[in-house]
């Protein structure tokens, strides 16, 4: 029996429903599990996302696109095929993608992770036959502080550097990471602003109903005193737009700060490795969770991961696709 879904170069394609999940292509009717760039492209005719995803895809992809979105756990049919979203837990309005047709069933992930960060649903696995996982972390290195201890740690560095009359700056992606970054931040401790890429995420989500912190924008007129915390994304790094904030720290909220000198070579004052894709514990938990008799490893350590799974018993195969990772994901949000 052909399968239910083929790895295509315009993305994972369902032959049966007429549908791509994430294409990376313009297609005719595209499915996605969340609105970062690499997952959400420009150019499809028609488009299905969960509902919290409205705002930013279009923001990023335009006001017009014609869109259709599900809630968690409600099911359509697409040329008689079952399609249902579900919590990934990645970032507000991330989801799994459930795939049913004649009994078999694939689930396509998307990015994910485990921990409840408060902005999103956690993650829910969901049984199926064929999982189709992200393996951004796959390396037994990456494995996560949890979330309250490294909130502990970004306060503590922020109340450090007030004491010493220092701006804060916290590069974190302004679509995910900062709404979880400006969550957990201690509002007790002093004044939070947020670059205008930030902000304009923000404020759509805002605006569109979801209750988050209604952060300030950082502008010129903000006196230098009072900018205690700045949130921004990290294309701000080594820009002329930090040095007005002298004397200023530079912290960075990524996964990658989990690796002995990252922090270095990002020239950042702490690293904090926060993420929102599941580290290699988390992965190995989701996948076991799903009861997957054949799991296809995407984008980072696929090789790698896959061989693992294979060794331990866990059919895995790699798929080379067009996704990225943590390192892109402010890419193309409007400012």
Not at 172 to 187: I, N, P, W
Not at 322 to 329: F, K, L, P, Q, V
Request: aromatic letters at 12%.
């Amino acid at each position: 029996m052909p399968a239910l879904l083929r790895f295509t170069d315009k993305g994972i394609y369902c032959p049966s429903g007429g549908f791509y999940i994430d294409p990376w292509r313009g297609v005719d009717r595209a499915v996605i599990t969340h609105a970062h760039s690499d997952h959400a492209r420009w150019g499809s005719k028609h488009y299905l996302a969960h509902k919290h995803s409205e705002p930013i895809l279009r923001l990023r992809l335009g006001a017009d696109i014609i869109l259709q979105t599900l809630d968690y756990n409600q099911t359509i049919f697409m040329n008689g095929v079952q399609v249902s979203l579900h919590p990934a837990g990645h970032i507000i309005g991330s989801a799994q993608v459930r795939v049913e047709y004649k009994g078999e069933v694939w689930v396509v992930s998307g990015d994910y992770k485990l921990e409840n960060d408060h902005t999103c649903p956690p993650f829910e696995p969901v049984t199926c036959n064929t999982f189709i996982s992200e393996s951004t972390f796959g390396l037994p290195v990456y494995r996560w502080k949890t979330q309250g201890q490294i909130f502990n740690d970004i306060n503590h560095w922020w109340a450090h550097n007030k004491a010493q009359n220092k701006t804060s700056v916290l590069l974190a992606y302004s679509l995910g990471k900062a709404q979880r970054v400006l969550h957990g931040l201690d509002k007790s401790i002093g004044s939070i602003y947020a670059h205008t890429a930030t902000y304009n995420v923000q404020q759509a989500l805002i605006s569109f109903g979801l209750p988050l912190y209604d952060v300030k924008q950082w502008t010129p007129a903000v006196s230098k005193g009072d900018a205690s915390m700045i949130v921004a994304p990290s294309s701000v790094l080594n820009s002329p737009w930090l040095n007005r904030f002298e004397p200023y720290a530079v912290g960075v909220c990524s996964g990658w700060m989990r690796v002995r000198g990252a922090q270095r070579r990002q020239n950042a004052d702490a690293g904090f490795a926060l993420s929102d894709h599941a580290d290699w514990d988390g992965l190995l938990t989701a996948i076991k969770a799903t009861g997957a008799s054949k799991v296809f490893i995407t984008h980072g350590y696929q090789s790698v991961f896959s061989r693992y799974l294979n060794e331990v018993g866990i059919e895995s195969e790699e798929v080379i696709t067009e996704y990225g990772d943590e390192a892109n994901e402010d890419a193309e949000v409007p400012v």
